[in-house]
């Protein structure tokens, strides 16, 4: 039996989670002063002890902004240099012109699943974001059917697809064949990400009306639509730089032995915050010596860069306190108390469960590894289970309807310029779409192999 105090956390997070919105959306209070409102209720009315309280929402600022504000820091750096030279304008008309402006959606899925590959989600949408923009611009389309394919093709990697670190390590707590498993993964991820991606933005794209002016994309902006653009190849070779590093990080254990001096290179070189660090040092060069910018003027790019990503940072943040508040305040064993209760077959008891603990965590990795850490020593015991299936069935559970406790539900938040209603409905929406359409789709897939 579940007890009672199980089912009044779950009530209190629920109710939580409903304030959350309506203070922000209805009310219009500053978000960061309401989560960090809500997230002390929360913890009071769950009956955590004040001297713990805060310090809880102040440990998950700071886990959260520990690895989040390098990361929009640098992209964003990285970003400004893409737009000022030109890059970001290049890489948008080659897409423009070898997709062609209906089919650009398509573009941005596309490069979105190859730039997510080796990189977290808030590194592919930093690094990513300046195109959206600019494809936007240049197509007089709305940043909705741009941008949200290109998130559909980032979260899909993260959550189903190896050698991405997340899903690498539902991998390997499965005991699962990488090679079946990005195999089925593909199988399951390509058809996942066009239908959340393009064919759900074609469809939510002229239901959402975006502000004219949007501030983030306004420090992206060209301003002199006659200079000569720089190459596409070393554009794109700079984007890609961080990407090439990452994923020569995460292939460390397979071209040199664990304990070996390379081995130990390449983990740093592929560091998400030493990757893009490199790649932003040699933007400076590629996109702005070799473009003819001045040291000075490199310097007041990466300064202006920095001052719109203040209000970001704060808002992840404090997503990340509120999500700790809610693992800290017992909500999330609660979630695996009710989970354990129910009889279902294995693929979709560990989707159910990483689907909960993202609910209540807010974070995809965290629900991923947590889940497969409990349903691992089932499936063992349990005759016909299919570790590879189990694994992504986990990944898509683990990117159910990112909300207010999410730091990626902020991100898409402040950059798309968007309120918290149209950032449900798009990307809270897509995110729900790769998630229970992976699931389907690896029952399906269970019964053929």
């Not at 850490?373 to 990117?399: N, R």
Request: charged share 10%.
């Amino acid at each position: 039996m579940i007890d009672h105090h199980s089912i009044f956390l779950l009530v209190a997070a629920f109710s939580a989670v409903i304030a959350l919105i309506f203070l922000i959306a209805v009310c219009k209070l500053n978000p960061f002063i309401t989560l960090f409102l809500t997230s002390l209720g929360l913890g009071i009315v769950a009956g955590m002890p004040s001297s713990a309280l805060v310090k809880s929402f102040e440990l998950g600022v700071g886990n959260t902004l520990g690895h989040i504000a390098v990361v929009v820091g640098l992209g964003t750096m990285l970003g400004k240099m893409m737009a000022e030279s030109g890059g970001a304008d290049r890489i948008a008309y080659t897409l423009i012109r070898v997709f062609g402006e209906k089919h650009i959606h398509w573009a941005m899925v596309v490069i979105g699943l190859i730039v997510g590959l080796p990189a977290f989600f808030e590194v592919g949408f930093v690094l990513l974001i300046p195109i959206a923009f600019t494809v936007a611009r240049r197509t007089n389309t709305s940043l909705v059917l741009v941008g949200l394919p290109m998130l559909a093709g980032l979260s899909v990697v993260h959550g189903l697809v190896p050698p991405h670190p997340a899903a690498l390590m539902a991998v390997t707590i499965y005991k699962a064949n990488v090679g079946l498993t990005i195999l089925y993964a593909l199988l399951i991820g390509l058809p996942t990400a066009a239908l959340a991606g393009p064919i759900y933005a074609k469809f939510i794209a002229p239901r959402i009306q975006l502000n004219l002016i949007n501030p983030m994309a306004e420090q992206f902006v060209d301003h002199d639509a006659d200079r000569i653009l720089p190459g596409f190849g070393i554009t794109l070779f700079t984007i890609l730089l961080p990407v090439v590093l990452m994923l020569l990080g995460s292939l460390a254990d397979v071209v040199s032995p664990p304990a070996s001096r390379l081995n130990a290179s390449l983990r740093i070189l592929g560091n998400d915050d030493i990757a893009l660090l490199i790649g932003v040092l040699f933007s400076f060069v590629t996109l702005g010596r070799m473009r003819g910018f001045t040291r000075d003027t490199i310097l007041r790019f990466t300064n202006e860069s920095l001052a719109p990503t203040a209000t970001i940072t704060l808002l992840v943040g404090a997503g990340g306190g509120f999500g700790h508040i809610l693992q800290d305040s017992g909500v999330s064993q609660a979630l695996i108390a009710v989970d354990l209760h129910r009889h279902v077959p294995l693929l979709v008891f560990a989707w159910t469960l990483a689907a909960l603990l993202r609910l209540a965590t807010g974070s995809a990795t965290v629900a991923m590894t947590t889940a497969a850490g409990i349903v691992a020593p089932i499936a063992l015991h349990t005759t016909g289970a299919h570790p590879e299936l189990l694994a992504i069935a986990t990944g898509a559970g683990s990117l159910i309807f990112s909300h207010v406790n999410d730091g990626g539900f902020w991100l898409v938040k402040e950059y798309f310029d968007m309120s918290v209603l149209q950032t449900i409905k798009t990307w809270s929406v897509c995110e729900t779409i790769i998630s229970v359409s992976g699931l389907l789709l690896a029952l399906g897939l269970s019964h053929l192999i």
